[in-house]
């Protein structure tokens, strides 16, 4: 019995090392942005830093693991620009203190957006000009610094395309995060680009190094179908090094997904963004379905966050100047208790992802794709395996096989956009029907 024991130890599978996870590969980040279009707390009609720490329970539920908040420092002059302070319309230094502290305490960190110019036609002044660069580079090292020892979670930069040799610049940006992570609270360095799809963007995405998430954007003012949406996301895996992250966003430029997609798509793209192997970045209100403002100038184009039915939907007792019935209806705490709402399939992704090891690490195979279909894998070691089917099209049914290995003809539902799927239900994968902007996902087990 004993000899028999042992041939069944040695023979048995291995298990795979588990990677090292930092906090930002765990859950979703949410980035607030400008802080007053979020939560005013003194009545004045503008959103600021307590009125962050307010709203932290309803956060903690979406189980995000960061804010990316701001820029906090006042748009200037570059000879003026103070990124060392907090504009007073958004609070002081000690509100931002209370608010790290309170939002420790739920396990989420903050990332502070520094991009110096944001209010400016150029995130980054002239940096093309020489007598800047170094000027310019100085004062955000030291910011960094500044911030890094604070206590934020990482730092976030911005229309990072629009510098001159950007990936050395970058480098030495990371090693400040990289740095300040030695006393065993790991730091994180975020960049974006205005646009993303640029060349120099990918080249500079292939010399990024680990402790650094990059954006890309899987929507970014276009319709993009399953087909150019599967492209797109092998084109970044092919530029991303084995320890890089890649951070997931879907949105117009600075906008809200809602504004991009068409309606009935959203929870596809919810679907798309928490079961693909990176992090999901989402936009505040993007997990309601929150719009821009249309027919405003685009510094102007941000909705207030649409908390509840009391007056200004729970944002402000005082009297916001942005209105618009495009979100007419459309509440934090009115989706809360139903379990179609998009916020309920947020919050679900976000709960499966941090805690089943094929969605929260797993390798990523495409299965299937056209102009109007998705399918991929995700799965790792002797877990339970997942499968995303998604249909782009919100007004045609379509049909697929997925033919592959190792996965079985018919696996188990794990949820869907369509009401009619039973969950716990077995699916044959072949001639697997999908409603117009359905969104799929299925789940079958690990077998030797």
């Known amino acids: 019995m004993l000899a028999g024991a042992v041939v069944i130890i040695v023979q048995a599978p291995r298990c795979r090392p588990l990677p090292v996870m930092e906090w930002w590969n765990k859950g979703p980040l949410y ?10 707390s003194n009545s004045d009609g503008v959103g600021d830093i307590f009125g962050i720490q307010e709203r932290l329970d309803s956060l903690s539920t979406l189980k995000v693991k960061g804010l990316v908040v701001g820029p906090l420092h006042a748009p200037l002059e570059l000879s003026d620009t103070k990124l ?154 092919q530029v991303t090094s084995e320890q890089d992250w890649i951070l997931w966003a879907v949105r117009p430029r600075l906008g809200h997904m809602a504004s991009a997609v068409h309606e009935k798509l959203l929870r596809v793209y919810q679907l798309l963004l928490f079961t693909l192997q990176g992090t999901p970045l989402t936009l505040y209100g993007d997990e309601i379905g ?77 299965l299937y794709q056209n102009d109007k279909t998705l399918a991929y894998e995700r799965s790792w070691d002797q877990n339970e395996r997942y499968v995303s089917v998604l249909n782009f099209d919100p007004e045609m049914e379509i049909s697929l096989t997925i033919e592959h290995k190792n996965i079985p ?23 697997l029907k999908l409603v117009p902007g359905e969104a799929l996902l299925l789940k079958y087990p690990y077998t030797v």
Not at 31 to 40: E, R, W
């Open 290 to 366: 929150l719009k821009d403002l249309p027919g405003q100038p685009a510094a102007a184009s941000s909705p207030y966050m649409q908390w509840d039915d009391s007056t200004n939907h729970g944002f402000s007792n005082g009297l916001p100047d942005r209105s618009s019935n495009v979100n007419e209806n459309i509440t934090f705490k009115g989706q809360e208790n139903n379990k179609n709402s998009i916020l309920s399939v947020y919050k679900r992704l976000s709960e499966l992802r941090g805690k089943e090891r094929s969605l929260l690490h797993g390798d990523f195979t495409l």
């Open 84 to 237: 060392t302070e907090i504009d007073p319309n958004y609070g002081t230094m000690e509100d931002f203190k209370k608010l790290l502290e309170a939002a420790r305490k739920k396990s989420i960190q903050i990332i502070l957006d520094l991009t110096p110019n944001h209010g400016g036609s150029s995130a980054w002044f002239n940096y093309s000009v020489t007598a800047q660069n170094g000027e310019l580079l100085e004062k955000i090292k030291e910011a960094m610094n500044f911030w890094l020892d604070f206590g934020v979670g990482g730092i976030y930069f911005n229309g990072m395309e629009n510098i001159d040799n950007p990936g050395e610049i970058i480098e030495e940006l990371r090693n400040i995060t990289a740095n300040h992570s030695s006393d065993g609270k790991a730091r994180v360095l975020l960049v974006s680009a205005n646009d993303p799809h640029s060349d120099k963007m990918l080249t500079m995405l292939n010399d990024t190094a680990s402790g650094m998430l990059t954006a890309r954007y899987l929507i970014h003012n276009d319709n993009s179908s399953g087909s150019s949406l599967g492209e797109r996301i092998k084109q970044y895996q």
């Open 31 to 40: 980035q607030l942005g400008d802080p007053k279009t979020f939560q005013d």
């Open 409 to 431: 003809e018919k696996c188990t539902v794990v949820m869907s956009s369509n009401s009619e799927r039973k969950e716990d239900s077995s699916i044959s994968l072949k001639d």
